[in-house]
Nanobody
Framework: QVQLVESGGGLVQAGGSLRLSCAASGSIFRIKAMGWYRQAPGKQRELVATILSGGNTNYADSVKGRFTISRDNAKNTVYLRMNSLKPEDTAVYSC?????????WGQGTQVTVSS
């Protein structure tokens, strides 16, 4: 079992920045990959960024060059640094962890970007 707790969402003006955090606990040594997903009202959930246990990262085309996923192994925390935010980035952002064939989710954190 893995527990994930997100924080760092909020309201920001377009062009601003936010940093989301996802703190993992439980069987963290078994985590193969972690990622951030987002879901805007009326839209399907979409992948934002992932980071593998080996450190490789992957980003959605819509956030490349603006968002950075990183991790602090000592704190068991994954971060999503979001720069140059746009109104279309408004969504609930959720943290995900992959352990073997299981997938775990955090509760989500709201990010709202005003124009």
């Amino acid at each position: 079992q893995v527990q994930l707790v997100e924080s760092g969402g909020g309201l920001v003006q377009a062009g601003g920045s936010l940093r989301l955090s996802c703190a993992a606990s439980g069987s963290i040594f078994r985590i193969k990959a972690m990622g951030w997903y987002r879901q805007a009202p009326g839209k399907q959930r979409e992948l934002v960024a992932t980071i593998l246990s080996g450190g490789n990262t992957n980003y959605a085309d819509s956030v490349k060059g603006r968002f950075t996923i990183s991790r602090d192994n000592a704190k068991n925390t994954v971060y999503l640094r979001m720069n140059s935010l746009k109104p279309e980035d408004t969504a609930v952002y959720s943290c995900n962890a992959i352990v073997a064939v299981s997938s775990y989710w955090g509760q989500g954190t709201q990010v709202t970007v005003s124009s």
